[in-house]
């Protein structure tokens, strides 16, 4: 046992859900000191169309590291794993405490309480988190407005689907780039789903850190406001539990340079697009025999969310 | 050819089998299980509502076009039209043509989806 020593054994493995690449491992160790609640991730998928977008996990746990010394809220790594555990691509961290489900964090009655803090606490978190000076090791791309809108079009030309909305939203977003601005550490795929939340303290830690990337800091922002995100409450906007001004005002609070909100309302269009064009993707991982899952077709009916979503976006404006 | 049983009968007694051997399964298996009956679900809705939904698309399409034609034809029309900018979110009916279009659409991949517009 390389993490625990003599006496000591891994039990109760579980499989846990959600995540289609990756794999996540509930698992605990029990020894002569107690017994220890750990999380294994672990890279299962050979191929799939997001992974040219994702770091490694060796990166992850850099990054993990980096934000925790700024502050920012994430589960604490114990062992990034090599050659002498056999698993491949893993690491294994701490098990943080609380909900990760989205509809429970919108609807139940256990988070009633600190609901109403969350979005301040994510612009707080996210202030942080674009504060860290990206680790060296970490090898992170940059990406700002014009490039994902371009790879995204890209891909969308490349899978051959004829969707008028995202037509249309590709060419108006193209027309609405917003000015660059000084790059920043992005999250990459900071929204509810992702967020271990603490029905006492709300906001305990911030997962998946592989879609980590340098860009506009705006893009963190409006991806938790993607209503593909609000789970069953399009009428708060952050993540299904919060309001645009309390995010802004959390992350000016924290140090974050002051976004407009215009500049958010960009970046969820353009993540409710990159969303529906990754649904068009994890289809055609299937279609090509890539990926033999039930959830990869099934996802791809999923553009239909985005349509409607980029739809509300537009006719209500930036 | 056959009437009975329909293809809507056919998903929905498979989509009952999943629902009932789903207690027994491990979560990763019962979280796939109900994708599986979900998909069940989805074909069931387009085998009861794409034809009609397919015509109404077209009605809507033909004024903004100039002219009728088969779906796929004046879907890809579209499209062409929406890239080049010939059409656009200033083109009068054109949003709302688009919008009763996809919540057809919504209609049948994902029913109870609850966005901004419901």
Redesign the interface.
């Known amino acids: 046992m390389r993490l625990a020593g003599q006496g000591a054994r891994a039990v109760d493995a579980q499989r846990l859900t959600g995540g289609a690449s990756m794999e996540t491992w509930a698992f605990a160790i029990e020894g002569p000191k107690g017994r220890d609640e750990l999380i294994l991730r672990r890279r299962s998928a050979p191929f799939d169309p997001e992974s040219s977008r994702s770091t490694s996990l060796a990166a992850e746990a850099a990054l993990i590291a980096a934000a925790r010394a700024k502050g920012a809220p994430a589960p604490p790594l114990v062992h990034l794993c090599d050659d002498a555990d056999g698993l491949g691509e893993a690491h294994v961290t701490r098990r943080v405490a609380g909900e990760t489900l989205g509809r429970r964090i919108n609807s139940d009655p256990r988070f009633d309480g600190v609901r109403g803090l969350l979005a301040r606490q994510c612009g707080e978190v996210l202030a942080k988190i674009h504060a860290v000076r990206p680790p060296a090791a970490a090898e992170l791309k940059a990406a700002d407005a014009a490039v994902e809108l371009q790879r995204y079009e890209d891909a969308y030309r490349a899978s051959g689907a004829e969707r008028p909305v995202l037509e249309l939203a590709f060419r108006y977003l193209r027309e609405s780039l917003p000015e660059p601005r000084p790059p920043v550490l992005l999250h990459g795929d900071f929204r509810n789903g992702n967020l271990i939340i603490d029905p006492e303290k709300g906001l305990a830690a911030v997962l998946d850190w592989e879609l980590s990337h340098i860009g506009d800091p705006a893009e963190d922002l409006g991806w938790i406001c993607v209503n593909s995100w609000r789970f069953g409450r399009p009428d708060r906007p952050v993540g299904g539990f919060g309001e645009y001004e309390d995010l802004l005002a959390g992350y000016a609070a924290a140090g974050g340079a002051p976004i407009p909100l215009s500049r958010v309302r960009f970046w969820q269009a353009l993540g409710s697009l990159k969303w529906g064009v990754m649904c068009l993707m994890m289809y055609a991982s299937w279609a090509s025999g890539a990926d033999a899952s039930v959830e990869r077709p099934m996802i791809g009916r999923r553009v239909s969310e985005t349509e409607i979503d980029l739809l509300n976006i537009l006719e209500a404006g930036l | 050819m056959i009437t009975h049983p329909k293809p809507q009968e056919l998903t929905e007694a498979v989509a009952r089998w999943i629902e009932q051997i789903r207690p027994q399964l491990?979560?990763?298996n019962a979280?796939?299980a109900r994708?599986?009956a979900?998909?069940l679900a989805?074909v069931t809705r387009e085998l009861e509502l794409s034809e009609a939904a397919k015509a109404r698309a077209i009605e809507r399409l033909e004024p903004i076009l100039g002219h009728g034609g088969a779906y796929e034809g004046l879907?890809?029309e579209?499209?062409e039209k929406?890239?080049a900018?010939d059409?656009?979110?200033e083109t009068p009916r054109l949003?709302a043509v688009?919008?009763a279009?996809?919540?057809d659409?919504?209609a049948?991949?994902?029913p109870g989806?609850?966005?901004?517009?419901?």
């Open positions: 491990d979560p990763r979280f796939l994708v599986a979900n998909a989805a879907n890809w579209l499209c929406l890239r900018g059409l656009g979110v949003m688009l919008r279009n996809v919540l659409q919504l049948i991949d994902q989806y609850k966005h901004e517009g419901a």
